[in-house]
């Protein structure tokens, strides 16, 4: 498997919780490396740039919103085939149908919109990490 570096970003509902030592302790166990660790609060442009497969549907202000409740934590993560390997954790964006032992299983919203408050968004491919790295983080915050 090869080595990536992966995107992950705490949600709103992540960092009210106070579930983001949790959620990263489970990451580090796993023998990912942190490259990247930083909290920013997200632009209407940065999250219209992240979203934009969805920014022209109705819901996208209240994923906008969401997102702007509180500042997010970015995080950069090194491993082998990190990227496949923390959706695994992750478990399916739909916290309502994700398995306990999973993250969003067992931390997910399951009364609300267990689709958005879901507790992190994760890269999808190589390709998306890369793009979403450079959206995230400035040259030199990566290492």
């Known amino acids: 498997m090869a080595l990536e570096t992966t995107l992950i970003l705490f ?3 992540a960092v009210s919780k ?3 030592g ?8 796993e023998g990912f490396k942190i490259r990247g660790l930083k909290m920013m609060a997200l632009s209407d442009e940065i999250l ?11 819901f996208f202000p209240d994923v906008r919103s969401f997102m702007q409740e509180t500042p997010v934590i970015a995080l950069a993560l090194e491993g082998e085939g990190v990227i496949g390997k923390v959706r695994d954790l992750l478990g399916p964006t ?7 032992g999973t993250i969003r299983g067992d931390f997910g919203d399951k009364e609300g ?5 879901n507790v992190c968004h994760a890269s ?11 959206r995230f983080f ?3 915050e990566v290492f």
């Open 94 to 100: 739909d916290s309502k149908e994700a398995a306990p």
């Open 11 to 13: 949600k709103p509902d």
């Open 22 to 29: 949790t959620v990263l302790a489970r990451f580090e166990t």
């Open 138 to 140: 400035n040259d030199g």
């Open 124 to 134: 999808d491919g190589p390709e998306a990490a890369a793009a979403e790295l450079k």
């Open 113 to 117: 919109d267990a689709k958005m408050r």
């Open 48 to 58: 219209a740039e992240h979203y934009s497969h969805i920014a022209d549907k109705p």
């Open 18 to 20: 106070s579930l983001v």
